[in-house]
């Protein structure tokens, strides 16, 4: 069982930046491929970013790359969003989600089922 606890959202002007944390308990963390997604009113939760369980391999949705990067620290049990040139579309309640990396590949990796255990999530919001 692995608990995830997000932090780190808030209330930012556009072209602003935030940085997300997502801090895991329970087994070896380097076991563990993660990623983020979002969920913003009356739409349907969709994906933003994931990593690896070594964090060689990253990938992105459109809508963020080049703004946002995923980043993790093992040795903390950690992993960041760093997000940069918010804008408005980018508010959303954030989640991190993690998954044995057994079980991560590059064709599932941006699939919410791919996904066994969620954050209870925290809230961006960007003004313009």
């Known amino acids: 069982q692995v608990q995830l606890v997000e932090s780190g959202g808030g209330l930012v002007q556009a072209g602003g930046s935030l940085r997300l944390s997502c801090a895991a308990s329970?087994?070896?963390?380097?076991?563990?491929?993660l990623g983020w997604f979002r969920q913003a009113p009356g739409k349907e939760r969709e994906f933003v970013a994931t990593?690896?369980?070594?964090?060689?391999?990253?990938y992105y949705a459109d809508s963020v790359k080049g703004r946002f990067t995923i980043s993790r620290d093992n040795a903390k049990n950690t992993v960041y969003l760093q997000m940069n040139s918010l804008k408005p579309e980018d508010t959303a309640v954030y989640y991190c989600?993690?998954?044995?990396?057994?079980?991560?590949?590059?064709?599932?990796?941006?699939?919410?089922?791919?996904?066994?255990?969620w954050g209870q999530g925290t809230q961006v919001t960007v003004s313009s």
């Open positions: 990593s690896n369980g070594s964090g060689s391999m990253t």
């Open positions: 329970g087994r070896s963390f380097t076991i563990y491929a």
């Open positions: 989600a993690t998954v044995l990396r057994s079980k991560w590949n590059s064709g599932t990796a941006s699939k919410d089922r791919t996904y066994d255990y």
